[in-house]
């Protein structure tokens, strides 16, 4: 059985034999510089294609966030406010360090499938899925310390003096506290979801 | 005959008061912002700013609702959230540094009261609203009693 394997040599197993074998044909020096040169082209086109999925555009060219989360992002100050200075869907959903954006981009296969499936293809499944789905932002944002908003809004760097009462103290104690930014301010860009699971003295109903 | 004349007569007439009452208005229209030519595009009046930020503002007679002191861009009130209430509800308002709605807030019309904000008062801005920059329109000499300024 054993023997007969190694004599019927799939395709597989014959170029696993041929990358055993040490080159004759070519130069270590031609094959370093061919390796070096088709790994820039790979690392560069690799790179460029995942900045192509890092774009506004692309993000909207998916209904489901145009005419939702989109639309909604629109009303608000990250898209249009007084200097014209704009944060995008990715410069807040998508990490700016390497190793945290390829980790998001594989978790963004559960998307694609999603989008396969047609989970959220009306205004009404999406509705319906909001409060989880923005949970999950939530929950992401709690976990890196609100590592995105960071990347503009830094503690560091805010002078309290600009700010109104009311944001002075809350950012104050929020320093003291080891608050992040997403336990407030939850909504900023997109509408809420029923905020009844969250806080129900904060909704209209009973209790 | 004469019937026909006659209407005639003053639908003709009437017409004419139309036209003639048009003419004389058309030339401008006098409001309390002051006169803007009809055919004329009118500049537009000056933005106003909402205040940003600011200390409670006193009340100016007894039953009045007390005015927002500070700015409420895209603050939502809607059946999914109510924004306001993140900050001012009985639960929020200590870690805010809130005004706490007030307990008339709680009953209904027949003065029962409800576990949660009444339905007749979870749309603040129906009363409370924010101020502007503006001068008032109008000049009054309004003062409130010396029980409230405490003047």
């Not at chain 1, 145009?66 to 014209?84: A, F, S």
């Not at chain 1, 103290?169 to 336990?183: F, G, R």
């Not at chain 2, 009118?42 to 700013?49: T, V």
């Amino acid at each position: 059985m054993n023997s007969n394997k190694s004599t019927e040599c799939n395709i597989i197993c014959r170029l696993w034999e041929k990358l055993k074998k040490p080159s004759l044909r070519y130069s270590l020096g031609a094959l370093l510089a061919v390796g070096f040169v088709a790994g820039i082209i790979f690392w560069g086109g690799f790179n460029t294609a995942m900045e192509m999925t890092n774009t506004e555009e692309f993000c909207i060219s998916c209904h489901e966030m145009r005419d939702n989360v989109y639309e909604e992002y629109k009303q608000t100050i990250h898209y249009t406010n007084r200097t014209g200075v704009r944060a995008t869907c990715p410069d807040c959903h998508v990490p700016k360090e390497w190793q945290h954006k390829i980790v998001r981009k594989i978790k963004a296969s559960n998307e694609l499938l999603h989008k396969a499936l047609g989970t959220i293809d009306t205004r009404e499944k999406f509705e319906a899925k909001r409060l989880e789905l923005a949970g999950n932002v939530w929950k992401a944002m709690k976990k890196t310390d609100s590592r995105e908003c960071r990347n503009c809004h830094d503690f560091e760097f805010m002078d309290f003096g600009e700010q109104g009462r009311r944001a002075v103290s809350q950012h104050s104690t929020a320093l003291d506290e080891d608050k992040t930014c997403i336990d407030c301010h939850k909504g900023i860009a997109h509408e809420l979801p029923d905020m009844h699971s969250i806080d129900p003295t904060g909704v209209i109903g009973s209790n | 005959m004469i019937n026909k004349l006659s209407i005639i007569a003053s639908i003709t007439l009437g017409v004419l008061a139309v036209t003639t009452s048009l003419q004389t208005h058309s030339a401008e229209v006098e409001s309390l912002r002051g006169a803007s030519e009809l055919d004329r595009n009118s500049s537009a009046p000056e933005h106003k700013r909402y205040a940003k930020d600011g200390r409670p503002i006193a009340r100016d007679y007894v039953q009045q609702p007390p005015l927002i002191p500070h700015k409420i861009d895209n603050y939502r009130i809607n059946l999914k959230s109510n924004k306001c209430l993140s900050c001012h509800s009985w639960k929020n308002y200590r870690e805010a540094g809130a005004t706490k709605i007030s307990q008339t807030h709680f009953e209904d019309r027949d003065k029962h009261v409800l576990a949660n904000v009444s339905a007749r008062r979870y749309f603040c801005t129906q009363c409370h609203v924010p101020q502007v920059n503006a001068p008032a329109l109008v000049e009054n000499e309004f003062e409130p009693i010396t029980a409230i300024s405490g003047e």
